[in-house]
Every structure is written in structure tokens, then in C-alpha cells.
């Protein structure tokens, strides 16, 4: 039983325009959700975060808006980079401070020039 | 970034041997964990530490061991490798101030032939 859903294996977006990458989950218990970004050979990287009693949550070109009624979540990069190029992981916890997170598959995203 | 080293970064082993990974953080961070990474589930738990002698199972712990004597240091032990168990292998550290963000070591890539 999958709770956290990445259903998009790969995307592919070109260079300077919006990249949007979904994450749907399905414990209503979830409040704490944050994305990752992970190079190969390299774990993953914190990216950004955001709690249920939020909305929206924005840092530099990254940001992440979470629509509770849906359980959804998207992470929206603006502008894109060849350097974004990467697989994103989205996350879930039931608290902050629970520790026990729960992923989603991946989403390899490509930025082509 | 964090300061987590896990090793060995890469391993072949055979059937049946046993097979211990270590990682090794030096930010004194409360908590640790360990994930696989398997393509089409992104990563999962296997156990955490929330301090000394204190460990807990996660998503996917049968055929796993863990232990943390020290603060800095924590083992998962393979007790008898199964080709299931190929995978790429996580530690992960967080603090209680930092609250579900988690950061990630580098990775030991595990091949059971």
C-alpha cells in the first residue's frame, strides 16, 4: 500500500520554463511534507518543506504548495536549470518530530537547454 | 553539509554471508535511520535510533538488525545476505530542533550474488 504517490516516473521540461512535479498521498494523518533531490550517486538532498498549516511555502526558485481536501502536493521550480536536472522524492510524517517519514517513488525530471 | 560518511560505499557479498554497513556522523544529532533504495519505491525504512541502546523497526525490517552503542555510530547488520537485499543503502541523521528533516549520507551500494 503505497500512502505516498509520485504517479510522473520522469519529466522532461526545457531550460527556463516552470517544472511542476506532483506528489499525492493517502494518510489524512500526514502534516509534514517535504521534497528531496537526489543526483546519481549521491543521497538525497533537503530541498524544502511544508506544514499542513500552510498552504504554500516558497524559498528562492523553489515552491511548494499543498492542498490538504485533496491530499496533494506540488513542487513547482521556476526558473528551471540544467542543474535541477535530477530524480525529486517527495516525503510525508505524521508530526513534525515523528521521524518516520514516508516516500513516494521518484520523478526523474531532465532539463534540456 | 551534514557530516555523515558511510562505509563500505560499495560491496559485493555472497548468499548466505553476513554483512555489516556503518555509518558514522559527527553532528551529534539524536537520531538515526537507515532506508534502501529500490527502483519503483523510492526509499524505505528499515530501523531507526532516537539515542544510545534505542532502536526501533521500520517499513521494512525483516532480515535486519541495527545497533548504536555510541552517539556517533550506527550498524545495520545483514545477519545472512539474500539476493532480495541488493540494494542501495541510506543513512539518514536529524536532530530534534530540526524537526522531520532529515539529512543523507552518500550511500553504500550492496550486490548479493
Known amino acids: 500500500d503505497q500512502q505516498v504517490k509520485q504517479n510522473s516516473p520522469s519529466l522532461s521540461v526545457q531550460e527556463g520554463r516552470i517544472s511542476i512535479l506532483n506528489c499525492d498521498y493517502t494518510?489524512?494523518?500526514?502534516?509534514?511534507f517535504l521534497w528531496y533531490k537526489k543526483y546519481p550517486a549521491e543521497g538525497p538532498t533537503f530541498l524544502i518543506s511544508?506544514?499542513?498549516?500552510?498552504d504554500k511555502n516558497e524559498d528562492g526558485r523553489f515552491t511548494v504548495f499543498l492542498n490538504k481536501s485533496a491530499k496533494h502536493l506540488s513542487l513547482h521550480i521556476v526558473p528551471s536549470q540544467p542543474g535541477d536536472s535530477a530524480v525529486y522524492f517527495c516525503?510525508?510524517?505524521?508530526?513534525?518530530?515523528?521521524?518516520?517519514?514516508?516516500f513516494g517513488q521518484g520523478t526523474r525530471l531532465t532539463i534540456n537547454p | 553539509d551534514a557530516g555523515i560518511t558511510q562505509s563500505p560505499r560499495h560491496k559485493v557479498t555472497e548468499t548466505g554471508t553476513p554483512v555489516t554497513l556503518r555509518c558514522h556522523q559527527t553532528?551529534?544529532?539524536?537520531?538515526m535511520y537507515w532506508y534502501r533504495q529500490d527502483p519503483g519505491h523510492g526509499l524505505r525504512l528499515i530501523h531507526y535510533?532516537?539515542?544510545?541502546?534505542?532502536?526501533d523497526k521500520g517499513e521494512v525490517s525483516d532480515g535486519y538488525s541495527v545497533s548504536r552503542s555510541k552517539t556517533e555510530d550506527f550498524l545495520l547488520t545483514l545477519e545472512s545476505a539474500t539476493s532480495s537485499q541488493t540494494s542501495v543503502y541510506f543513512c539518514?541523521?536529524?536532530?530534534?530542533?530540526?524537526?522531520?528533516?532529515?539529512?543523507f549520507g552518500p550511500g553504500t551500494r550492496l550486490t548479493v550474488l
Open positions: 553532528e551529534n544529532h539524536r537520531y
Open positions: 535510533s532516537y539515542g544510545v541502546k534505542d532502536t
Open positions: 494518510n489524512s494523518m500526514f502534516d509534514y
Open positions: 516525503a510525508a510524517s505524521e508530526r513534525q518530530g515523528a521521524q518516520k517519514l514516508v
Open positions: 511544508i506544514s499542513s498549516i500552510k
Open positions: 539518514a541523521i536529524s536532530s530534534t530542533s530540526g524537526g522531520d528533516t532529515q539529512y
